[in-house]
């Protein structure tokens, strides 16, 4: 790995030491769940300093404190994310109303960046290969609020076959060899071979021609990855080139960024001049990790896919149809009724008008009601593995909203709230039951504990005891 850094013209007395240097944290601020000015007037004690080039990305140093810790954190009010990992999504430039496709989407960084600049609206489908990674990709797409998703756990080499000239954008943040990642897990030095950036920069090849087959004629395709090979950066895209040479790779212009070129030729190979156009990110140059980022347009008036082939390299057992798996009740009578006596118990138990409810696409699973947008709740795909947010879990006699739905939808929150103190606040995000002082017009049953104006999540009153519902994978320990 040295020798290769040599050739790339790093001096390793300066690189190595940057490489394996902690940069400094970083949160992006969730405008889904609160205003910008207001999230960062509740962290003003952590100093947090713009990085220049998003307006939502900020620099800081918690001392001793550990940003996942904070209660903005838990709120999702903010994503603890390196700086560089937020510069594909800011060159993607998603807007709201559109489809757009995330390929590679766990553990969900750049997809709920995604969503966030979408305004939560349209459609973001979020695919991921692996099926293990997807808990993690939904948890965060619950805790910062995010409804316009479908998840998807399906090889991303079928989307080109299956829906071709499709996405207004996609993003296709690479699995690579992770060598800009080191400081965060040396775990990448064990596993790290020049074979292995040969079987990745394969695959990557894959991925790329199935990208910018389901890119719409005049789209946009963000390909990212986080390690320094040119044989997965400016050859993967060069690949692209030789079979598309009229796609076109756009220069990179971000306010507070000095970024390095793309390098144009390796080991003898001379690369498409395009590629110069890469933004490149070097971690002794910049305070982030390392990261390469390429800008690619798909003009109008390209062709279309033919359906009979299967641009990826994919068997046909694995593609993907474009017949989904119903999701829906087929008594859609019942399902109705179950959504409309669910919204009716929650607008008289929290003051929530079910009237608000009627902007989404609405739709149950067993004894649960969720919602998302109506682009994403009439897709078909295969391999959906959910669609949206779970607003909440019918029982016999009471229903209960979920603490996601709760913190998104708590300005609406009208009745049964239970103001707690910061030491009250601790202990309810830890999952106790406590004692509390609760307003003389709330009754027993479920409701809506508060803290600054913020919702918290949802909790069973008893006669003066609130017992949290905050689930167990959310709870914070102090």
Same mark, same amino acid.
């Given at each position: 790995?040295?020798?290769?850094?040599?050739?790339?013209?790093?001096?390793?007395?300066?690189?190595?030491?940057?490489?394996?240097?902690?940069?400094?944290?970083?949160?992006?601020?969730?405008?889904?769940?609160?205003?910008?000015?207001?999230?960062?007037?509740?962290?003003?004690?952590?100093?947090?300093?713009?990085?220049?080039?998003?307006?939502?990305?900020?620099?800081?140093?918690?001392?001793?404190?550990?940003?996942?810790?904070?209660?903005?954190?838990?709120?999702?009010?903010?994503?603890?994310?390196?700086?560089?990992?937020?510069?594909?999504?800011?060159?993607?430039?998603?807007?709201?109303?559109?489809?757009?496709?995330?390929?590679?989407?766990? +553990? %969900?960084?750049?997809?709920?960046? =995604?969503?966030?600049?979408?305004?939560?609206?349209? #459609? !973001?489908? $979020?695919?991921?290969? *692996?099926?293990?990674?997807?808990?993690?990709?939904?948890?965060?797409?619950?805790?910062?609020?995010?409804?316009?998703?479908?998840?998807?756990?399906? +090889? %991303?080499?079928?989307?080109?076959? =299956?829906?071709?000239?499709?996405?207004?954008?996609? #993003? !296709?943040? $690479?699995?690579?060899? *992770?060598?800009?990642?080191?400081?965060?897990?040396?775990?990448?030095?064990?596993?790290?071979?020049?074979?292995?950036?040969?079987?990745?920069?394969?695959?990557?090849?894959?991925?790329?021609?199935?990208?910018?087959?389901?890119?719409?004629?005049?789209?946009?395709?963000?390909?990212?990855?986080?390690?320094?090979?040119?044989?997965?950066?400016?050859?993967?895209?060069?690949?692209?080139?030789?079979?598309?040479?009229?796609?076109?790779?756009?220069?990179?212009?971000?306010?507070?960024?000095?970024?390095?070129?793309?390098?144009?030729?390796?080991?003898?190979?001379?690369?498409?001049?395009?590629?110069?156009?890469?933004?490149?990110?070097?971690?002794?140059?910049?305070?982030?990790?390392?990261?390469?980022?390429?800008?690619?347009?798909?003009?109008?008036?390209?062709?279309?896919?033919?359906?009979?082939?299967?641009?990826?390299?994919?068997?046909?057992?694995?593609?993907?149809?474009?017949?989904?798996?119903?999701?829906?009740?087929?008594?859609?009578?019942?399902?109705?009724?179950?959504?409309?006596?669910?919204?009716?118990?929650?607008?008289?138990?929290?003051?929530?008008?079910?009237?608000?409810?009627?902007?989404?696409?609405?739709?149950?699973?067993?004894?649960?009601?969720?919602?998302?947008?109506?682009?994403?709740?009439?897709?078909?795909?295969?391999?959906?593995?959910?669609?949206?947010?779970?607003?909440?879990?019918?029982?016999?006699?009471?229903?209960?909203?979920?603490?996601?739905?709760?913190?998104?939808?708590?300005?609406?929150?009208?009745?049964?709230?239970?103001?707690?103190?910061?030491?009250?606040?601790?202990?309810?995000?830890?999952?106790?039951?406590?004692?509390?002082?609760?307003?003389?017009?709330?009754?027993?049953?479920?409701?809506?504990?508060?803290?600054?104006?913020?919702?918290?999540?949802?909790?069973?009153?008893?006669?003066?005891?609130?017992?949290?519902?905050?689930?167990?994978?959310?709870?914070?320990?102090?």
């Amino acid at each position: 790995m040295l020798a290769r850094f040599q050739e790339m013209g790093f001096d390793l007395d300066e690189f190595v030491p940057a490489l394996l240097s902690a940069p400094t944290s970083c949160f992006r601020i969730n405008t889904l769940k609160g205003l910008r000015q207001d999230v960062l007037n509740s962290l003003s004690d952590l100093k947090p300093e713009p990085v220049g080039w998003n307006d939502l990305v900020y620099r800081t140093d918690p001392g001793e404190r550990k940003l996942g810790k904070l209660a903005e954190h838990f709120l999702g009010l903010i994503y603890v994310q390196d700086s560089s990992s937020t510069i594909p999504v800011t060159v993607l430039d998603p807007q709201p109303g559109e489809e757009i496709l995330d390929m590679a989407a766990a +553990p %969900g960084s750049k997809t709920t960046q =995604i969503a966030v600049a979408m305004d939560n609206q349209g #459609l !973001l489908v $979020a695919n991921e290969v *692996s099926a293990k990674r997807i808990a993690a990709l939904t948890g965060n797409l619950d805790r910062t609020g995010v409804i316009n998703t479908v998840v998807v756990n399906q +090889p %991303g080499q079928v989307y080109g076959y =299956i829906l071709p000239d499709h996405f207004d954008r996609i #993003l !296709l943040d $690479a699995p690579c060899s *992770s060598e800009g990642t080191l400081s965060r897990n040396l775990r990448g030095l064990e596993i790290w071979s020049e074979k292995s950036i040969e079987r990745l920069s394969r695959l990557q090849r894959k991925l790329i021609l199935s990208s910018y087959y389901a890119l719409k004629p005049g789209g946009i395709m963000v390909y990212s990855t986080c390690t320094f090979a040119p044989e997965e950066n400016e050859g993967t895209v060069s690949y692209l080139l030789d079979k598309f040479p009229d796609a076109i790779v756009d220069p990179i212009r971000l306010e507070g960024l000095d970024a390095n070129h793309g390098f144009t030729r390796w080991r003898g190979v001379t690369f498409h001049p395009s590629v110069r156009n890469f933004l490149r990110l070097f971690p002794h140059q910049h305070d982030g990790e390392g990261f390469c980022v390429a800008k690619i347009r798909k003009p109008a008036g390209t062709f279309q896919v033919n359906p009979k082939q299967s641009p990826g390299g994919v068997s046909r057992n694995k593609r993907g149809s474009r017949k989904g798996k119903a999701q829906e009740p087929q008594d859609k009578k019942a399902e109705r009724e179950m959504i409309e006596k669910t919204l009716i118990s929650i607008e008289e138990r929290f003051g929530i008008p079910a009237e608000f409810y009627k902007q989404f696409y609405l739709f149950t699973r067993k004894n649960d009601v969720w919602c998302t947008t109506r682009e994403a709740g009439q897709i078909q795909l295969s391999h959906v593995t959910r669609r949206g947010l779970r607003i909440a879990r019918t029982f016999e006699h009471s229903v209960r909203m979920t603490t996601n739905a709760v913190q998104l939808f708590g300005h609406l929150v009208t009745c049964n709230r239970v103001g707690l103190n910061e030491h009250e606040m601790q202990r309810f995000l830890a999952g106790e039951t406590q004692k509390v002082k609760p307003p003389l017009d709330v009754s027993d049953g479920f409701v809506v504990a508060f803290n600054s104006g913020y919702a918290l999540g949802v909790g069973l009153l008893k006669q003066g005891n609130l017992k949290s519902q905050v689930p167990r994978s959310r709870r914070v320990i102090a």
